[in-house]
């Protein structure tokens, strides 16, 4: 089933911040728990993961008041990452089909910025980001991966 929630990037306290935001709302981390970035297989043609980022929150979510998740993400450094005000906020849409996937893409790319271009992704998910021609960074993140 589609949905939107709001991806958070922090610089080095994600687990810090969803406990803090998991006091708050209550209930407990969705989907597959925390994924830490020493869990993520390694990629070619890349480094290997510093020690001191391995045990880093690649992926965490918490549901919160109406359906709606918020999901995080520390942004590690060593991955070319800088947390700023603006890009410390995205907005995740997760479409039921490729094929509405890859028109929200498209749709916010005119004018825009891509970051990642639409691909299959190690976690399954035919996935891309684009910021729009307002400064709005889009996460496209489609689990359902059949061909249209």
């Known amino acids: 089933m589609a949905r939107v929630s709001t991806y958070l990037n922090f610089a080095r306290n994600t687990e810090e911040a969803f406990n803090f935001y998991k006091s708050v709302f209550g209930g407990e981390f969705g989907g597959h728990g ?6 993520m297989p390694p990629m070619e043609g890349m480094p290997p993961m510093p020690e001191e980022d391995k045990n880093l929150i690649m992926h965490i979510e918490l549901p919160i008041t109406g359906g709606h998740n918020l999901m995080g993400t520390d942004a590690p450094e060593s991955m070319g990452f800088t947390v700023t ?59 359902n991966n059949q061909q249209p």
């Open 34 to 39: 925390i994924a830490r970035f020493g869990d």
């Open 85 to 143: 005000r603006g890009n410390n906020i995205h907005i995740n849409l997760e479409p039921d089909t490729r094929e509405e996937t890859k028109r929200l893409f498209d749709g916010l790319r005119e004018g825009g910025n891509v970051t990642m271009e639409l691909q299959d992704m190690f976690w399954g998910a035919y996935y891309g980001t684009v910021t729009d021609k307002y400064g709005i960074t889009w996460m496209v993140n489609c689990t």
